[in-house]
């Protein structure tokens, strides 16, 4: 339909008359009533308001569309359907003028009589919508059944290699004591009847359900369960299949179920394909299995998937892996070596990472297995490696000694951390010494900050003595005993070298009772603190006195005398600079804290000044309160006449 065509046709006037007989019984909800009129191949039906009288909009049909154009907004068109009007205007609210335009409307739809006019022209927008929406979503999924088409079979031995590797760990055998002497069993993996004869002699012939152990046939590792105790057993887990396409590669995602019942010598394989990667250079186009567009439809298929990354840890069929990525931009990765050394691992974000990181091929190479799939399942550079840089060693910021102790031990990102924050301090780590401070969950600085003072072999031994005499508590969701002791002996060896302990001497460093003597040392060390505290304040007040104070209507600004008229000030008013944050951070320079009084009680708490870089950061009253209007002025006053003043001199030194 051309809209030029449409809008020169003349617009319908209001209805002389309206026919009861279109009416419903209730008259107060009718807002709109409409016309039909037939122009050559087309239906105009024109919306008139019975408040205005005027005609709002007319909808064009023909046998397969219709448009609709807004009379009252510079004659606006619009395609949608009558049921956009639904919370606006139209449905429920409009009725057809006479008998002539609803004749008009069955005939034009070939619709029955006892339907309201309404209802047919809605059901005829909603079939043609229906049908464009048919249309379009089958060109969506025939672009996709295209795409689809390049999917190949799997390997013949796929099922074989799931359950030898990617289901290694669903090993069952089924065993049944037949005497006190005999047990006999069926092992899943290698498919063989086994037995197992208990005596005195051979106590460790004796199984336990849920116990694990070895069949004797096969030799491989099994968990054993009893028949008459375990009915229904499933094991899942997810696999992937890489395999060449004309443009790229594509990745394969599988969930993967095996399922033990009664019948457990014949367990039940269930594979799900769930989704596909399409790897087109470094373009990638993902597909999963799922309801189209939603559930409404109940049309189960391949679709376009927003969430990306689906499966954490999959594991990877590698026997055709080098050649289905030979010819692209992975053909260098090293995903094979990195699957043939790590069962699961995330090869979505590693491809992912090695797109922007092609080092990883090189900490491959080095056989830093682990850490590389720990710092690809970050989803970013957890280790904060120095990418840029020309060589392996500079890129992981370690010597070549850490590197290989790396290497021994397949360090994930906790070792690197580890044993880079303590080589910093030209301290090497044993490997012992490495998986000790890790299976303690020793936090890295402060070990660094025990090492100040002692060994490492110290410091894992005398950790390790405490915790046999003072039973720890697990302190939180993530903090072990062993470093709960570590936070007491670090506090105490810190004020222990403040208040000037030999540190040498093995009495000060190693006590008996640590609890003990931490406590003690911290009352020692905040009655020492608090002295000096005292003496910088006081010291601190003739200076700043010269400065700052000033007297102005009736009010006035000092320095506090001492550490106590601090405290005693913040007290009296009930809020926080009694604190020790305030005090301390005014005896190391990095903020003043002054009194505004009243001049004829000078002694009388009344604001508090918080002067920081020669800027007021706040003033506080009774309770936290802010300033008055009063106060307001007269600090401003100040700040005008003393802090810029102030300023002027500190700039001209």
């Known amino acids: 339909m051309r809209k030029k065509k449409l809008d020169s046709l003349d617009i319908e006037s209001f209805p002389a008359v309206v026919e009861t007989s ?5 008259e107060e909800k009718i807002k709109h009533i ?33 448009i609709t154009q807004h009379l009252t907004e510079n004659r606006k068109w619009s395609t949608a359907t ?59 999924t025939d672009k996709i059944d295209e795409r689809m088409k390049i999917v190949g079979k799997l390997p013949k031995d796929f099922n074989y290699w799931l359950n030898e590797v990617a289901l290694d760990f669903s090993r069952y055998i089924y065993y049944k004591r037949q005497s006190k002497r005999l047990i006999t069993g069926f092992c899943t993996s290698c498919q063989n009847s086994v037995e197992f004869r208990v005596s005195k002699k051979m106590p460790h012939e004796n199984v336990r359900h849920n116990q694990t152990g070895k069949c004797p046939v096969c030799k491989k590792s099994i968990t054993f369960k009893a028949t008459g105790r375990t009915t229904l057993l499933s094991d899942t887990t997810t696999a992937a299949f890489i395999q060449k396409t004309p443009t790229g590669f594509l990745v394969r995602s599988f969930s993967v179920t095996k399922r033990y019942n009664s019948h457990y010598q014949n367990p039940q394989l269930e594979i799900t394909e769930l989704v596909r990667d399409f790897y087109d250079g470094v373009d990638l186009a993902s597909f999963e299995y799922t309801y189209f567009k939603s559930r409404k439809n109940q049309n189960i298929r391949w679709c376009h998937s927003k969430h990306f990354f689906q499966l954490d840890y999959a594991c990877l069929y590698t026997r055709n892996v080098r050649r289905a990525l030979a010819d692209t931009v992975l053909k260098y990765c090293c995903v094979y070596e990195l699957a043939k050394n790590v069962v ?21 190479k080095l056989r830093l297995y682990r850490f590389v799939v720990e710092n690809v399942y970050m989803s970013k550079n957890d280790a904060e490696l120095n990418f840029d840089g020309k060589d392996c060693l ?7 000694t850490q590197l290989q102790q790396m290497q021994r031990l397949n360090g994930g990102i906790k070792h690197y951390k580890l044993i880079k924050a303590i080589g910093e301090t030209g301290v090497t780590l044993k490997d012992e010494q490495v998986e000790t401070f890790l299976r303690m969950e020793l936090n890295n600085d402060r070990i660094v900050s025990l090492l100040r003072f002692v060994t490492v072999h110290k410091i894992i031994s005398y950790i390790t003595r405490c915790l046999e005499i003072w039973q720890m508590p697990r302190g939180g969701q993530f903090q072990s005993p062993e470093m709960n002791v570590a936070i007491c002996w670090d506090d105490y060896l810190e004020n222990s070298a403040m208040l000037g302990y030999d540190m040498e ?12 003597r931490h406590d003690e040392v911290m009352v020692l060390y905040k009655a020492e603190k608090s002295e000096l505290l005292s003496k910088t304040i006081a010291a601190l007040h003739e200076n700043l006195a010269s400065r700052f104070n000033y007297t102005w209507q009736g009010m006035m600004v000092r320095p506090p005398v001492s550490m106590d008229e601090i405290v005693a000030d913040g007290h009296k008013l009930r809020h926080c600079v009694g604190s020790g944050s305030y005090i301390e951070n005014m005896a190391k320079g990095k903020c003043f804290i002054l009194f505004v009084r009243r001049a004829e009680c000078p002694s009388e708490p009344f604001f508090t000044i918080e002067l920081r870089d020669n800027m007021v950061i706040q003033c506080r009253g009774q309770k936290n309160c802010s300033m008055t209007d009063e106060v307001k002025k007269f600090v401003a006053q100040w700040q005008k006449q003393i802090l810029k003043q102030s300023q002027k001199s500190l700039s001209s030194r």
Not at 40 to 54: G, H, K
Not at 349 to 362: D, G, I, K, L, S
């Open 344 to 364: 699961k691992f995330n090869i979505w974000r590693y491809f992912n990472a090695y797109y922007t990181f092609p080092a990883y091929e090189y900490l491959i």
């Open 34 to 66: 409409f016309t039909a009129k037939k122009h050559q191949n087309l239906l105009v039906v024109t919306f008139f308001s019975l408040e205005t009288s005027a005609a709002d909009y007319r909808v064009f049909f023909d046998r397969k569309t219709f």
């Open 394 to 400: 500079s890129i992981l910021g370690i010597n070549r």
């Open 22 to 26: 279109q009416l419903p019984a209730d």
């Open 82 to 140: 009558l049921d956009w009007f639904c919370d606006w205007h139209i449905c429920g609210t409009a009725v057809c003028a006479n008998e002539r335009s609803a004749r008009r409307i069955y005939t034009f739809f070939r619709a029955d009589s006892t339907i309201p006019p309404f209802n047919c022209m809605r059901d005829f927008q909603r079939e043609i919508r229906k049908r464009r929406l048919a249309a379009k979503h089958k060109r969506e």
């Open 505 to 516: 001497n093995d009495f000060v460093l190693f006590p008996r009772d640590l609890k003990a």
